[in-house]
């Protein structure tokens, strides 16, 4: 799995989530019930992770949606 975003925004979460689901795109969202552990305040960001032959793909699609700002690097 390669990581394509980090971060804590549930909304662009959701938003990837979507576009990687539209693309047909294998991904994970990882660390997503870390909140059981911080307790419901949001500062551990949440990852999602591509399979790592739709990487190249993922990445392009993020960035043609205007969020290659929000990209790993890798």
């Given at each position: 799995m390669h990581e394509l975003v980090r971060t804590n925004d549930v909304v662009l979460i959701t938003f990837i989530e979507s576009l990687l689901d539209e693309?047909?795109?294998?991904?994970?969202?990882?660390d997503r019930h870390m909140s059981a552990v911080e307790g419901?305040?949001?500062?551990l960001p949440r990852r999602i992770m591509v399979?790592?032959?739709d990487a190249p793909a993922a990445r392009q699609l993020l960035s043609d949606a205007g969020l290659a700002a929000e990209l790993r690097d890798g």
């Open positions: 693309a047909g795109l294998g991904y994970f969202v990882a419901s305040l949001g500062f399979v790592e032959e």
